[in-house]
């Protein structure tokens, strides 16, 4: 809304001063001259107040020039010092002053009109430039470009000198976004139009107002470009940096979270693999594998409680060393995955072994960005599960161990209160009187999944 109001100002104020400038003093360009002052007064009501304000403040309390004038001054200056950094405020102030670039449109304006352009002609010594730049740096304030001192200087120099601002020699960062945007406004499908439009002004503004360097955009490629050459159908070092950079979650969340009856979801993760080895109830899909024999004891219902016959049920997880059999070339595999379906009661067991915490693969550029973050690649224990039923929305989720190492700090961001399960430690016979040697842990846990009905 202020913005609004604020364009519109831009667009009354410099339409009047043109026709002022040019010697048509009518009511019409006094109407149109009043009304913009009004908007751009209310304008100033309602929002906060940066570089030109302060430096403005700082010239006429200090130093004692005059408000008016100091502001007409002063502006274009302010503006082409924020310009990089505020490069879509510049565009559409451009677009209502209907010039190519606003700091410089401005100052022509102003000359056009007659106004004042130079600080040297309302009283400003040479001398107070240095004192003006170190009074308005000392004490922070909002803004929109990083405040130097060497900067703020050389910006009063030229307002003190009225020089005309630089506009930028051809392309500015703003002219490029826009005409990126308006190379997708063809595009057929309108999700793919919408995502590309926000997409890459938040990119390129990215790159704008952390000032990006060509190395550091150059070591972002071939950050990315390792990712790529290190893929492969068992190692996806996208879905590691997603989930290391809590993306998947976000996602997660958005997608699977909004019903708050049925079980929290939680990141597929990179070791999944379509097509799990089909397991009869009662199965170890550990093969025998060493471990803390765990006893699984699930329950799939709606959120209503009634019971879900026949769900798939997709289990995986690592191995007591904390590696899944993809990243195992040597192990017979596929282990510690399959596929399970519930019985008629919605219920369904099987045996593993305890999963153990371990570290997502750090040998690659996901790693190396783990190691100059100073952050840890481990996971918090839990077993992966993916169920499917007839009428019911998929729950991809995991359950994990409580008192396990990481919960608080788990790599990519997944651990939900709701998941932290107990994992009971046993001993002594088991429920389906298999043999199992010493201590053994059982899980059990009712995943209530949305939907139903149809
Ligand atoms: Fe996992």
Redesign the pocket.
Same mark, same amino acid.
């Given at each position: 809304m202020v913005d609004s109001l604020a364009l519109d100002a831009v667009r009354r104020l410099s339409t009047g001063l043109r026709r002022l400038g040019d010697g048509t003093d009518d009511a019409t360009t006094r109407t149109d001259l009043l009304h913009g002052a009004w908007l751009a007064g209310t304008c100033l009501g309602a929002v906060g107040m940066s570089l030109h304000h302060k430096l403005c403040h700082t010239l006429g309390g200090s130093f004692d020039l005059p408000h008016a004038a100091t502001h007409t001054v002063v502006l274009p200056h302010a503006m082409a010092y924020n310009a990089a950094a505020a490069p879509e405020a510049m565009r559409r102030i451009a677009d209502a002053l209907d010039v190519a670039d606003a700091p410089s449109g401005l100052h022509d304006l102003i000359s056009r009109a007659g106004g004042p352009l130079a600080l040297r002609d309302l009283g400003l010594g040479e001398s107070d430039i240095a004192a003006v730049a170190r009074k308005a740096v000392e004490k922070p304030y909002p803004n929109p470009a990083a405040l130097t001192r060497e900067g703020i200087e050389d910006l009063l120099r030229a307002a003190w000198a009225g020089e005309r601002p630089q506009a930028p020699a051809s392309a500015t960062p703003g002219r490029i976004t826009e005409q990126v945007v308006a190379s997708f406004a063809g595009t057929p499908d309108v999700r793919l139009r919408r995502l590309l439009t926000d997409l890459v002004p938040r990119l390129h503004a990215f790159a704008v107002e952390n000032d990006l360097t060509q190395a550091e955009w150059q070591t972002g490629m071939d950050f990315l470009t390792r990712a790529g050459q290190i893929s492969n159908a068992g190692r996806q070092e996208f879905v590691l940096l997603s989930d290391t950079i809590g993306l998947s979650s976000v996602v997660d969340l958005l997608t699977n979270s909004r019903t708050p009856d049925s079980t929290p979801s939680a990141v597929l993760?990179p070791?999944y693999v379509e097509g799990p080895p089909e397991l009869d109830q009662g199965a170890d899909i550990a093969r025998g594998l060493a471990g803390t024999p765990l006893y699984v004891d699930v329950a799939v219902t709606g959120t209503d409680g009634s019971p879900i016959a026949d769900a798939v049920v997709d289990v995986?997880?690592?191995n007591d060393d904390g590696f %899944?059999d993809v990243q195992l070339p040597d192990l017979d595999g596929p282990v510690l995955r399959g596929r399970l379906r519930t019985d008629t009661e919605g219920r369904l067991r099987f045996w593993s072994i305890l999963p153990c915490e %371990?570290p997502i693969p750090d040998d690659g550029p996901v790693g190396s960005m783990l190691a100059a973050t100073g952050r840890h690649p481990y996971?918090a224990p839990?077993l992966?599960f993916m169920i499917g039923a007839t009428g019911y929305t998929q729950l991809i989720t995991?359950l994990f161990v409580q008192g396990g190492e990481y919960l608080d700090s788990d790599a990519v961001f997944g651990v939900k209160d709701d998941l932290i399960v107990d994992f009971a430690e046993r001993s002594g016979p088991t429920p389906d009187s298999r043999a199992v040697d010493g201590p053994w842990r059982s899980v059990e846990f009712t995943f209530r999944l949305a939907g139903g009905g149809e």
């Open positions: 993760g070791f995986w997880q690592s %899944y %371990y996971r839990h992966h995991q």
